[in-house]
């Protein structure tokens, strides 16, 4: 099995057991694709598409609908699996998202960020920056852990995870199409791991 095919099998069953967050993980799929045809028209547009569709719905499947605690299936608990994570772990999210969050702010406080871009006038103008800043922060994150993991394991672990995180929204399609019907049929969780993951609820 090859790097990117270990990175997406560990990320499978030990972050996507729930058929809710796989539903989500499926619209923020699509939201993505969208977002890099737009990323050809509009950056600015692509970057508020991916992070106020694609990033809300799939990081508000982890946080609020995938179990935690002692994973049976996997025989880990929350904190090994965490501690062990390639991508962005939950700690490592919240900065992210901490920063994503901040941006918008700061762009009403300094519209020039204080010295480092020229502002676009009016309130359009105010979205597109903050569209243009979203688009260098998820960049400058793929980058940035990217050359990371560099230095923590390989050069090829970290553009194997880098390959992850870019076709991701393709990979997610094809194995979550589904979801949203097993959801509907009353599925709580993926069929195969149903049992042990209900019996630690």
């Excluded at 009403?108 to 979205?127: K, N």
Aim: aromatic share 12%; charged share 15%; hydrophobic share 45%.
């Amino acid at each position: 099995m090859n790097k990117v095919e270990v990175l997406r099998h560990d990320d499978h069953r030990y972050y996507h057991q729930c058929r809710i967050n796989q539903t989500l993980h499926l619209v923020s799929a699509i939201s993505f694709v969208v977002a890099y045809g737009l990323l050809f028209v509009d950056p600015a547009a692509a970057a508020i598409v991916g992070w106020l569709v694609g990033m809300v719905t799939r990081q508000s499947g982890h946080i609020f609908f995938e179990p935690r605690g002692y994973d049976r299936i996997n025989q880990a608990t929350d904190s090994h699996k965490e501690a062990i994570k390639v991508g962005f772990n939950m700690q490592r999210k919240s900065v992210l998202i901490g920063i994503w969050l901040m941006l918008p702010l700061l762009l009403g406080l300094s519209p020039s960020l204080f010295g480092l871009i020229q502002p676009e006038d009016g309130l359009q103008g105010y979205v597109h920056d903050v569209g243009l800043g979203w688009l260098a922060l998820g960049a400058g994150g793929l980058l940035f852990r990217t050359v990371h993991l560099f230095f923590l394991r390989s050069p090829a672990w970290g553009l194997a995870w880098a390959t992850k995180i870019i076709t991701d929204p393709f990979h997610n399609i094809a194995i979550y199409w589904k979801s949203p019907l097993a959801l509907l049929s009353g599925q709580r969780y993926d069929p195969m791991q149903a049992e042990e993951i209900e019996a630690r609820a």
